[in-house]
């Protein structure tokens, strides 16, 4: 299931932010003392009562019809469209505005859950200005204090009462969940076509033809699958038809709620940046990755070509250097065949469990390789190891001091076991724990 996601709305220099980067925990949103300084959606993941969430921080809504101040609105009200729960936040020293009016009359038509949030109060004897609030109609008002952290657990637990409690599918365990991401255009539609061998899904040459995220039931050789198409992703401030504006919040749900995601690249066109920062989101989400280069049929080739760009994805996505590579075209069908064998290969490594006691013959033959590092005299031992997790696997080896284990004896720790074991296709995670 995807994380339910709260959306921050309001006018302009009310404090939206300051607690967005209050719930997140970190400083990601500009704070600047001055309206209008957020001119975009910014996203992030945030934790309440052991509730995990998507947050969405909008620019403000205003009255009137200076660029800018439209921009802000047509994001807010994306983002409200996105939301599972949203926060109205006001100014409680300004008072009720003929802003925060418009912007509760767009909250009424969303039909959503909305909580209402009054900032800046930054002392208990502030909190009678609150009262005037109850006339926006939109319930009860929570006084808080984003400057000073005041309020927000109070606000927060009525949120999470609003989440959505019923998944959004049953799918069996048994099914392999996978979706398509990358930048527009570069074929995904036609790719979901050709897996299904009929036109299920509209194909066009004008970009972000996709629109929403779209489930599709699939059985092939007694396997069933469930493919998520996903609207392209544009760099943020690229792209500006409103309905384009949250595919990449899109695309996230859609990695979350995915074993496995196919990354596709445009083998025509080569690779941009921006592949690259897509990709990133699903090896983030510590989600199976294959990657997809479609379109290979336009490409001139010879017997080094595809070696060639191979080494190119390899030096250009060595974030990924655990993900197959598979060389198709969507268009003629050619080495399609191919795509769904790796997608299990990977779906299973995915969800793979090591015996523990293989895994800590794998981890003491490592150590008797390359011994452990030192550092101001002290040398990291390695007391066992054990897996917690799958999908992705996540290994926690218990130390005498988790400081020790630096980052290329990890790293040297984490080949050493893909070596060992056939992980291809899944992130692995290593965690060090000081054994009590």
Known sequence: ?????????????????????????????????????????????????????????????????????????????????????IIFMVNGREGITAADEEVAKLLFRSKKPVVLAVNKID???????????????CGEPYPISGSHGL????????????FPTKAEDDY???????????RPNVGKSSLVNAILGEERVI?????????????????????????????????????????????????LKAIERSDVVLVVLDGERGIIEQDK?????AHDAGRAVVI????????????KTMKKFEETIRDNFQFLDYAPIVFLSAKTKKRIHTLLPMINVASENHNMRVQTNVLND????????????????????????????????????FVNDPDLLHFSYERFLENRIRDAFEFTGTPIKIIARARK
């Open 1 to 85: 299931m995807a994380k339910p996601v709260v959306a921050i709305v309001g006018r302009p220099n009310v404090g939206k932010s300051t607690i967005f980067n209050r719930v997140v925990g970190e400083r990601i949103s500009i704070v600047e003392d001055v309206p209008g300084v957020t001119r975009d959606r910014i996203y992030s993941s945030a934790e309440w009562l052991n509730n995990t969430f998507n947050i969405i921080d909008t620019g403000g809504i205003e009255v009137g019809d200076e660029p800018l101040l439209v921009q802000m609105r047509q994001q807010a009200e994306i983002a409200i469209e996105e939301a599972d729960v």
């Open 123 to 137: 002392n208990p004897e502030m909190k009678e200005f609150i009262y005037e609030f109850y006339s926006l109609g």
């Open 151 to 162: 309020g927000l657990g109070d606000l927060l637990d009525e949120v999470v009462n609003h």
């Open 172 to 182: 069996d365990d048994s099914t392999i969940q996978f979706c398509l991401i990358g």
């Open 203 to 251: 194909v066009s040459e004008i970009e972000g033809t996709t629109r929403d995220a779209i489930d599709t039931r699939l059985t092939r050789d007694g396997q069933e699958y469930v493919i998520i198409d996903t609207a392209g992703m544009r760099k943020r401030g690229k792209v500006y038809e409103n309905l384009e504006k949250y595919s990449v919040l899109r695309a």
């Open 277 to 281: 920062k897509i990709a990133g989101y």
């Open 292 to 303: 997809v280069v479609n379109k290979w049929d336009a490409v001139d080739k010879d017997e």
């Open 362 to 397: 794998v981890i003491m033959d490592a150590v008797a390789m390359n011994p452990t590092p030192t550092d101001r005299g002290t040398r990291l031992k390695i007391y066992y190891a054990t897996q917690v997790a799958v999908k992705p696997p996540t290994f926690v080896i």
